[in-house]
């Protein structure tokens, strides 16, 4: 948690550095299970917000994740492109709260906050 907290403040993303973002990857499947410090539905306020669309989402909704760079949401938006390839990903905050995008989510940047 230390190092990718560490990854983080130095602002490394990219698509070849989803891999090496703490989280647990399941052998086999492209799932990743994402700390965050913070998950808030509707945006606003620090953090990145996302602009999310797509099969199984009304309309366009937005949620305000802490604790990840936005660089890291462009290296998912990239890595999904060309559904059906790409990774199913899970936010999961420490009050429990738990976000799922799915590689075929539509995912843009609203803001970034101070989370950039």
């Known amino acids: 948690l230390r190092a990718g907290r560490e990854a983080r403040r130095q602002g490394r993303a990219g698509a070849e550095h989803l891999a090496e973002r703490p989280g647990l990857r399941l052998p086999g499947r492209p799932v990743r ?11 606003g306020g620090d953090g990145v917000t ?23 949401f462009r290296a998912l938006a990239d890595a999904n492109a ?20 799915p590689r075929s989510v539509h995912l843009t940047i609203a803001s970034t906050g101070q989370e950039s």
């Open 33 to 43: 299970v994402q700390a965050v410090d913070a998950l808030d539905e509707g945006g």
């Open 50 to 72: 996302l602009a999310l669309s797509g099969p199984g989402v009304p309309g366009e909704r937005r949620l305000t994740v802490r604790g990840l760079p936005a660089a890291y």
């Open 82 to 101: 060309a559904f059906p390839a790409g990774i199913d990903t899970f936010l999961v905050a420490p009050d429990g709260t738990v976000a799922g995008l």
